[in-house]
């Protein structure tokens, strides 16, 4: 229950849309132990790829802060050290060819050559966590790129990528930015807005990454009430879904992978809740904060706070 606009949407995010902190921060000390575990994995097997711990890197949005509930998975990308690898880029692949002195990684290539399988190297982790005595009843299994830990002691997973570094980036860039703080409560909240069951379902990725783009385009900072932003956000869903949206870290160029007829409903359902968001604002200015709340209510569903 509510009274006021702002007090909906403070009771939404905390309630709904937000990770609890206690869970948040178990999840944080339980990757940070895997983390701990996986640094030793050299010291077990020597035949295990050497690894290069100064790359590694908490991704996903988790470690972005942009995740919502539940918490389903925890992203991890686990460096490992080239050894003098060299790679090829290709328009379907990236080929790593493995130095012939590399002799954790040549164990690891496709049979009779020295092209990397990442494959082996996934189930090379697979086989290493198995071997953790506290993840002794886990499921641990290879999901395409990634080993999936599913632990019965918590609601997540986690999601192991093993990365490369085969060549020193001399340029020193991020591949991607961290949004402030009341950027990422826009981004909650319209996470929450695209689960819904009301039309199709974008990747939490393609969303993010188009409302970053809205954001390093504006020339002023986002307000602290996610109300007044909403309007102008969900607007740049409309104009901007129909077209590419390019990858930030360079590496999957165009990321809006969603075919024409759900773009189409993307689109259109961004039109309608646009209009019913500057509905809601100007009730909310005529200080007709029921009929403001319910509006809002229009648009993200029965679990935002009715008026009280």
Not at 121 to 133: L, W, Y
Request: hydrophobic share 35%; glycine share 4%.
């Amino acid at each position: 229950m509510a009274t006021t606009v702002i007090q909906a949407f403070n009771e939404f995010l905390k309630d709904i849309v937000n990770l609890d902190s206690d869970i948040s921060k178990t999840a944080r000390s339980s990757r940070d132990w895997l983390l701990g575990q996986i640094s030793n994995f050299n010291d077990k097997d020597n035949t295990f790829p050497q690894l290069y711990s100064d790359i590694n890197i908490h991704f996903g949005s988790f470690a972005r802060k942009t995740k919502i509930r539940e918490l389903d998975d925890i992203d991890l990308m686990v460096g490992l050290t080239g050894q003098g690898s060299t790679y090829a880029e290709y328009t379907d692949k990236i080929e790593i060819t493995v130095a012939d002195d590399a002799k954790e990684l040549l164990n690891l290539c496709h049979d009779n050559t020295n092209k990397l399988n990442s494959k082996k190297v996934i189930n090379k982790f697979v086989s290493a966590c198995s071997n953790i005595p506290q993840y002794s009843n886990a499921d641990i299994k290879r999901n395409q790129e990634a080993a999936t830990l599913q632990l019965s002691s918590y609601t997540w997973n986690f999601d192991i990528v093993p990365c490369f570094m085969t060549t020193a980036n001399s340029y020193g860039v991020s591949y991607y930015l961290i949004p402030d703080g009341n950027v990422l409560q826009v981004i909650r909240v319209m996470k929450y807005w695209n689960r819904r069951p009301t039309m199709p379902t974008m990747s939490s990725y393609l969303l993010e990454t188009m409302i970053l783009n809205y954001y390093e385009a504006k020339t002023t900072t986002a307000s602290q009430y996610v109300d007044i932003e909403l309007p102008d956000v969900i607007a740049y869903i409309h104009n901007n879904i129909m077209y590419d949206v390019s990858d930030p870290k360079n590496i999957q160029g165009n990321i809006n992978q969603l075919t024409y007829d759900e773009k189409t409903k993307i689109k259109n359902k961004a039109n309608s809740d646009y209009y019913k968001a500057v509905d809601a604002r100007q009730l909310e200015q005529d200080k007709d904060m029921k009929g403001s709340i319910n509006k809002w209510r229009e648009i993200f569903g029965d679990f935002f706070p009715k008026y009280e």
